[in-house]
């Protein structure tokens, strides 16, 4: 009987480990013939150089399938640099390349790397999603808050181009003293899920919200009555419900949420990047036919990106209405530069909401949609500029609200 086929990680997981104890020569082996000729022990003496200091960490792998073949990622923590390697693998499991790849991140001012420390974790007995811990040192117990991504197949750190809004977060906040756990999509670890029926923002996001917050209650550091969640763009416009399925949580922090349906989005970031001619029209089409769904529209072509069965999951749902019925603390973020989701969703939690004393809102000026902080008219471009962080003062406000 021929034996199953080695799980792809787990033969790159060994291939990393023998690259960095130095073992090249029982590397070898493991590539194929055109592997071999590009990867000598010369050559992989100095995928790892010296500067990088001492291996801290290594992170959890994860797999991308092209063809037959697999691109498996596995990140790698040095004293003096974040690395994550790629490592292909054919069809009968070989090594073709390994590629170190450096991130170009840099801890944000008010990150104190001493006053935390990291753990891997796992998210969900089924669809299993890698996950970090960021936890303050010191004993304990903390507030925790879980991270829910935007839309879109978002990493762990909810990466941006070159800025990393969740990590940010993560490490401001557990500098200060609160317990993180972000984690991978499950639309970026397991991108198949988006091409079946049972593909909605339930299971794409709510699902795996709750069971992150259940993952981080166990935790020893953490106060079990003291968890939130924090929702970013789409996770914020969704935490209502995730409120309702976990039944537990503390609070909710929206950020930068929309409250209005994707297709009123859709239509407003049209008109703000100048999308104009065909283009438009098919933007408008599709926003109005969305308008008129009903369940017999399950088997619909997809619109503006998403099938009949995810559309018809958010129709009629109202996140203000959601929200109110829950009785929970909430606060409310809004970057006024932001065109994903712009002032006219903050003036809609802020109506939706009016009259209820456990809430609280809060604008900035100078905030784009990853909180980064800048002048004009934002736009897409400034999110791949080097060096920016998420604004220290959100964090400051993040802080104190868990903490009331």
């Not at 787990?10 to 590539?31: C, N």
């Not at 397991?190 to 981080?216: C, F, M, N, R, S």
């Not at 088997?299 to 129709?315: E, I, N, S, V």
């Amino acid at each position: 009987m021929a034996q199953p086929a080695a799980d792809p990680r787990d033969t790159a997981r060994k291939a990393i480990d023998l690259l960095l104890a130095g073992k090249y020569s029982e590397m070898i082996p493991m590539f194929s013939a055109p592997g071999k000729a590009a990867n000598t022990e010369a050559v992989l003496a100095k995928k790892v150089p010296e500067a990088w200091g001492a291996m801290q960490s290594i992170g959890t792998a994860t797999v991308r399938p092209i063809g037959a073949s697999n691109i498996v990622s596995i990140p790698v923590k040095f004293a003096n640099q974040e690395v994550t390697f790629q490592i292909s693998l054919n069809e009968q499991g070989q090594l073709g390349l390994i590629l170190p790849s450096i991130d170009p991140w840099k801890h944000p001012p008010y990150s104190k790397p001493e006053a935390f420390r990291e753990r891997e974790v796992t998210i969900g007995p089924e669809w299993k999603l890698p996950g970090t811990l960021t936890l303050p040192n010191g004993p304990g117990p903390f507030p925790g808050v879980v991270l829910v991504h935007d839309s879109g197949a978002g990493d762990r750190d909810e990466t941006v181009y070159a800025v990393k809004v969740f990590k940010d977060l993560a490490e401001g906040l557990a500098t200060r003293g609160v317990v993180v756990l972000r984690y991978e999509k499950r639309t970026k670890a397991h991108p198949a899920v988006t091409q079946t029926k049972e593909y909605t923002a339930e299971t794409e996001t709510i699902e795996d919200a709750v069971l992150a917050a259940g993952v981080l209650r166990a935790q020893p550091e953490v106060r079990p009555g003291r968890v939130f969640e924090l929702g970013f763009g789409f996770g914020g416009y969704l935490l209502p419900r995730i409120a309702e399925a976990d039944g537990k949580l503390a609070g909710m922090a929206i950020v930068n949420a929309n409250a209005r349906p994707l297709e009123d989005l859709a239509m407003d970031e049209a008109q703000y990047t100048g999308i104009a001619g065909q283009q438009l029209v098919v933007i408008q089409e599709s926003a109005a036919k969305i308008k008129r769904m009903t369940q017999a529209d399950e088997d619909t072509a997809p619109l503006l990106g998403m099938l009949g069965p995810y559309l018809l999951d958010l129709k009629g749902y109202d996140p203000t209405g959601q929200a109110k019925l829950l009785g929970l603390p909430m606060l409310i973020l809004q970057g006024e530069r932001s065109f994903s989701v712009n002032m006219k969703d903050f003036a809609a939690w802020k109506a939706g909401l009016q009259g209820l004393k456990n809430v609280t809102m809060k604008s900035y000026p100078a905030l784009d949609h990853v909180l980064v902080a800048g002048t004009g008219k934002s736009a897409e471009a400034d999110y791949r500029k080097p060096g920016q962080h998420v604004a220290p003062e959100v964090i400051d406000d993040l802080y104190k609200w868990l903490n009331q």
